[in-house]
T-cell receptor, first 116, second 114 residues
Framework: GAVVSQHPSRVICKSGTSVKIECRSL??????MFWYRQFPKQSLMLMAT?????????EQGVEKDKFLINHASLTLSTLTVTSAHPEDSSFYIC????????????FGPGTRLTVT | KQEVTQIPAALSVPEGENLVLNCSFT??????LQWFRQDPGKGLTSLLL???SQREQTSGRLNASLDKSSGRSTLYIAASQPGDSATYLC????WGAGSYQLTFGKGTKLSVIP
């Protein structure tokens, strides 16, 4: 199956700093990637849809200036949490859509962000 | 707006039992539906994908069915094993606002007791 990686798997940062999370599709090209966040015992909530070479589409209530998304290539998307706040502490998961597999989405292992 | 409900929220069964996880969704205009498993603190592993034109998909001990018109899907796990313990998520995929996306239920947390 298709493999998606995320880096880092865990990150701790101080309030006010920025942190970047990378999402890579390792063995397929992904024109579209998705970023989700998941709070404890809650489901995944879509934050934004990232299309290669164009601006990301953010879901209602997600601040685009706070969560910067860049999808510069067919295998890499990055999420930068700017001016991090303790409320941003969460589990961030990316996924990549494979056009060859009937739009099946493949998920990364997630990044645990803790803001102190 | 698509809403997904999974029942039960948690399930504990002895090893070897067959079990059924239920998923319902409010908007039947879906493109496909995926079932995932999530282990604690981990990402999602895709188990099965059913296209909207299909009724069921099978992979090993797993069988997923889809009744699109009634907005229901079930995941059947045969001869459960302790390694099946995880949270199972249902996610219908659909085209919304010009893009394809998934909406997730809160999941069913399964515990298989040895």
């Amino acid at each position: 199956g298709a493999v998606v990686s995320q880096h880092p798997s865990r990150v701790i940062c101080k309030s006010g700093t920025s942190v970047k999370i990378e999402c890579r599709s390792l063995d397929f090209q992904a024109t579209t990637m998705f970023w989700y966040r998941q709070f404890p015992k809650q489901s995944l909530m879509l934050m934004a849809t990232s299309n290669e070479g164009s601006k990301a589409t953010y879901e209602q209530g997600v601040e685009k200036d706070k969560f910067l998304i860049n999808h510069a290539s067919l295998t890499l998307s990055t999420l930068t949490v700017t001016s991090a706040h303790p409320e941003d502490s969460s589990f961030y998961i990316c996924s990549a859509r494979s056009l060859r597999d009937n739009y099946e989405q493949y998920f990364g292992p997630g990044t645990r962000l803790t803001v102190t | 707006k698509q809403e997904v409900t999974q029942i039960p929220a948690a399930l504990s069964v002895p090893e070897g039992e067959n079990l059924v996880l239920n998923c319902s969704f409010t908007d039947s205009a879906i493109y496909n539906l995926q079932w995932f498993r999530q282990d604690p603190g981990k990402g999602l592993t895709s188990l099965l994908l059913i296209q909207s034109s299909q009724r069921e998909q099978t992979s090993g001990r797993l069988n997923a069915s889809l009744d699109k018109s009634s907005g229901r899907s079930t995941l059947y796990i045969a001869a459960s094993q302790p390694g099946d313990s995880a949270t199972y998520l249902c996610a219908p995929g659909y085209w919304g606002a010009g893009s394809y996306q998934l909406t997730f239920g809160k999941g069913t947390k399964l515990s298989v007791i040895p």
